[in-house]
């Protein structure tokens, strides 16, 4: 059983670029969540997918987008880069959305995003 | 929004037992209280987690005020390998799934 997956490992944009992370959910794992850490900080919840929806959302804004799979693998999308946008970005898999919220979630080892 | 406070950091020594304290005063009757630790250059890992209460699992123990306004986490035995950022955290449902993350108790471990 492989366990969650994260690619790049690290990527470095300027500001005003696009970027794209990609992550792959544990086996048999449907749901996904998207997580972003800055330096120091908690992470910060940015959105959740199942089935290829999203079903829940932070205070993130629409530049942040997500898109999940047929596999269930996942994409984070951020548009129109900022600095403060350089964190580590993390996903989680879950067995499906009401297990993810009274289980556990699997965490992949993050994304670290420099924008200069 | 629900949100959890956390000390900074704590220290404990080797072999003795720890008690992470978190407060989640704004939290409603349906949201449930996990506790992930992260390691450094790793993603979070999952330890426990309840909703009204006491648990026991074999990594730690997890005591929920009667109110639920706090929790406590219990590492019975503190070792060196326990050195980490322990994060209280709520799963909400309003409308949709989400995740809060408080800002993380640093755990030192002395020898």
């Given at each position: 059983e492989t366990g969650v997956t994260q690619s790049p490992t690290h990527l470095i944009k300027t500001r005003g670029q696009q970027v794209t992370l990609r992550c792959s959910s544990q086996s048999g794992h449907n749901t996904v969540s998207w997580y972003q850490q800055a330096l120091g900080q908690g992470p910060q919840f940015i959105f959740q997918y199942y089935r290829e929806e999203e079903n829940g959302r932070g205070?993130?804004?629409?530049?942040?987008s997500g898109l999940q799979f047929p596999n269930y693998s996942s994409e984070l999308n951020v548009n129109a880069?900022?600095?403060?946008?350089s964190a580590l970005y993390l996903c989680a898999s879950s067995l499906d959305p009401s297990s993810g919220y009274y289980n556990e979630q699997f965490f992949g080892p993050g994304t670290r995003l420099t924008v200069l | 929004d629900a949100k959890t406070t956390q000390p900074n950091s704590m220290e404990s020594n080797e072999e003795e037992p720890v008690h992470l304290p978190c407060n989640?005063?704004?939290?409603?009757?349906t949201d449930y209280i996990h506790w992930y630790r992260q390691l450094p250059s790793q993603g979070p890992e999952y330890v426990i987690h309840g909703l009204t209460s006491n648990v026991n699992n074999r990594m730690a123990s997890l005591a929920i005020a009667e109110d639920r306004k706090s929790s406590t986490l219990i590492l019975h035995r503190a070792t060196l390998r326990d050195a980490a950022v322990y994060y209280c955290i709520l799963r909400v449902f309003t409308g949709g799934f989400k995740t809060i993350f408080g800002a993380g108790t640093r755990l030192f471990v002395k020898a």
């Open positions: 205070n993130f804004p629409p530049r942040f880069l900022e600095l403060d946008d | 989640h005063s704004t939290i409603s009757g």
